[in-house]
């Protein structure tokens, strides 16, 4: 601020001394005034070299700080590169050996004989099947004593069904009552 604040205090100078040579213009001849001027032009050329020389200087120094920053930005960007470039190999590694080690899980037991299938007492699945086996076959006895009654009562027999429906089932067991209930 203060290099652009003499510059404009040159230039004021440089404009009072000309107004200065004017006056003089008046009081002295013309050689006198042509040297006058030729003196001040000199003196303000002088000034301005001067001062664009001090501007130059600032915008090298200026230019080379900002390459300094630059590089400095630019090596750290590298060096963060190289290390994200290896973190990526190490997990590309780490990716491959699970890979690998999922695959021969998958793949059963080895030859060798290095595992073992263990078999529980009171395996849960087992017993849900028997349940499972039991309810369906309480199930269809019901569907076919259900289905002797219903017969009955097409039959025409309204008294003691539950006793004729025992008595029928257990004849017709075998025969046409179980074969109806596995028709539908």
């Given at each position: ?73 630019e090596a750290d960007l ?49 017993g849900a099947i028997e ?54």
């Amino acid at each position: 601020m203060t290099l652009v604040n003499a510059f404009f205090y040159q230039e004021r100078d440089s404009y009072k001394s000309v107004l200065e040579s004017y006056e003089h213009e008046i009081t002295f001849n013309g050689a006198t005034f042509e040297k006058d001027r030729v003196n001040s032009l000199e003196q303000s050329l002088q000034n301005y070299k001067e001062t664009v020389e001090r501007l130059e200087d600032l915008l090298a120094a200026e230019r080379k700080a900002t390459f300094s920053k630059d590089s400095d930005t630019e090596a750290d960007l590298r060096s963060k590169l190289k290390e994200t470039e290896e973190k990526l190999s190490q997990l590309e590694a780490e990716n491959a050996e699970l890979r690998s080690q999922a695959s021969i899980s998958n793949e059963g037991p080895s030859p060798s004989g290095s595992y073992k299938v263990l078999h529980m007492k009171d395996n849960p699945l087992s017993g849900a099947i028997e349940d499972r086996r039991q309810e369906v076959e309480g199930l269809r006895a019901e569907i076919t004593s259900l289905r002797a009654r219903i017969k009955l009562l097409e039959e025409g027999q309204t008294r003691d069904l539950t006793l004729l429906v025992g008595n029928k089932v257990t004849e017709d067991e075998g025969t046409s009552v179980k074969g109806n209930a596995f028709a539908s």
